[in-house]
């Protein structure tokens, strides 16, 4: 069984009260409000979805733990591995109807989002809005409260790893709202 809460502290004090190693078939996870207002608003409208993924299995959530992340990269040959928590706010400029669809299709409600009738599709996309409209400040539009990783980690050899073929290093750009 899954747990999951948009606050980092609520999921760390149920992993507190529920032990793995005394109940090993709960799990507890942190999401962004994207992900939990995408699967809660989609979901009823298209059918069951697939059950989330757990532990290391590949998902939305399999970067959630920063242990896990530098786990990752240490085993890939990575060092000095670094990572920093950023809160971000997304302010998208597309139709809400728009930014439902993109957050239904990339999370796990995305397959039978596909599979589902027109209708269903559209029900599926109103109950996210309704979901997102919650964000909607008068005067500035959709704010979107969510969570980044940057992460920063060198080869053995000191030097940055970067893609093939590209020999610049570049420092991401935030916005702030």
């Known amino acids: 069984m899954v747990g999951a809460d948009l606050s980092l ?3 760390a004090a149920a992993r507190q009260r529920f032990p793995p190693d005394r109940h090993p078939n709960l799990t507890f996870l942190a999401v962004d409000v994207e992900t939990a207002g995408a699967i809660g608003g989609a979901a009823p409208h298209v059918g069951a979805l697939p059950p ?3 532990g290391d299995e590949p998902g939305p959530f399999a970067f959630a733990d920063p242990a896990r992340i530098h786990q990752v990269l240490t085993a890939a040959g990575f060092d000095h591995v670094s990572i920093e928590a950023h809160n971000v706010v997304l302010r998208p400029v597309e139709a809400l109807d728009t ?4 957050l239904i299709e990339l999370g796990p409600a995305g397959p039978p ?3 589902a009738r027109p209708y269903q599709q559209a029900s599926a996309r109103a109950g996210v809005v309704r979901l997102l409209e919650r964000f909607r400040t008068p005067g500035a539009g959709v704010r979107l409260p969510a ?3 940057l992460i920063t980690a060198v080869t053995p050899t000191g030097q940055p790893a970067l893609p093939a073929g590209d020999q ?4 991401p750009t935030f916005y702030r709202s």
């Open 9 to 11: 502290a609520m999921v």
């Open 52 to 54: 989330l993924p757990l």
């Open 99 to 102: 930014v439902a669809e993109w």
């Open 113 to 115: 989002y596909r599979a």
């Open 147 to 149: 969570g980044i990783w």
């Open 168 to 171: 610049t290093p570049r420092r």
